[in-house]
């Protein structure tokens, strides 16, 4: 649309003056109202534009020693420039601007010529072309702070959409991980529902016994069948060993419990609903919750050591923090061909409190190094990666105020440090 404008609709309707006009003649034409607002006027012949003679021109011309009567009769393509500028009225307001700027004299003195295929059709004025030229950048640059708009509110969907589909991950991962405690409590239940039944046929058994003791009308055989009954049922039952046993279980499936409310707890913690909000908390304690929520992708890859450093708490959103370092530790765990090692290394300084995530997987090559961080940039397996991870982490430190650096030696391993200043003042960022 607008790009597509072209110069017609700022071409003038001027009448030429003809190259066989005298100088003179071409003076009272400047001063004539009609042609006032000109700085200059083209000359034609026939339909052909020959050149074009500014007032300025002329001003020179006559300002000189008997200017006049040396010059006046002569005709005006004599001193005329020959050269104007010719502008074909099709042209484009961008392409005619670009051919004015760069032909311009300065000071301004002279407009351009317009034609169609070579033959006179008006004249443009150089001003009001590049009025109209600001108008079209002024419309541009709405149209592009726009579009850069857009761009920042998709951009941010598609941070909420990685975080979607990490959290599908995880829930995932965290199902799997209840399951398992769930799994040996449920069993154990079971179990001491069994002693349960076995004990209930003792104390049966233990009940009938005394009730024959105290009985007066029972024969000894009787209550020597009774004994022998008792004894049997504990040789087979053996209710100390099974006490024990029931001892043991129990313990287990506390500990299975306390398992799955300990996942629960960090689950919580992990996807705390105040997204963007800003909480006080200390990383290594969002580096533990990333563990127990991220162990199902961690634990058949690699041993993970902490480092854990004493640091402060910092000022940031812990879930978007957590994304971030779920992310550089699945990172290295995907990084890990067999079985391998994950430091993880917490510390400060007076500034800023740093993160060091180190894994001895297969590393980054040299010519993949510098793609890590852009969107959609993955070398994993189709839908293994969305290749977001890394561009959103970024951003999230960046928005923190922090940085996130990397360092790989392809074959031995790689290390990520995010730092993250005690005093974040940018975090205002996300709005
Ligand atoms: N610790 C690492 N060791 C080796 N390569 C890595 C490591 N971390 C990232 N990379 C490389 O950087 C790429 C981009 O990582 P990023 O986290 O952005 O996406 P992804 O892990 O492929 O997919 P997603 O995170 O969306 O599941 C990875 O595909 C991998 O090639
Ligand atoms: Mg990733």
Redesign the pocket.
Known sequence: METAQNISSLTLDVTPISPQDTVSDVAEKFLAKKYSQFLSLPVVDGTTPVGIISRYGLMNIFIRLYGRELYGKRPIRELMNPRPLVIEIDETLTRASQQITENIQFPVTEDYIVVQNGAYRGLGVVVNLLKAMEHQVARHSDDLSKAYQQLQSSQSQLVQS?KMASLGQMVAGVAHEINTPLGYVRNNVDLVKAVFNDLRKLTGAYAELSQALVSDSISEDQLCEIMARVETLVRELNPADQIKDIETILEDTIYGTEQISELVINLKNFSRLDQAKLTDININECLESVLVVGRNAIKYKADVIKQFGDIPKISCSPSQINQVFL?LVT??A??IEEHGQIVIKTLADEQNVYVVIE?N????TEE?LPK?FDPF????EIGQ???????ISYQIIDQHDGKITVS?KPGEG?R?TVVLPQQSIAFQKTG
């Open positions: 990685e992310n990172n290295a995907q990084a894994d997987g297969k590393g980054i993949v890590i940039f993955t070398t994993k990666g969305t290749g977001l991870g890394l561009a790989s790689s990520f």
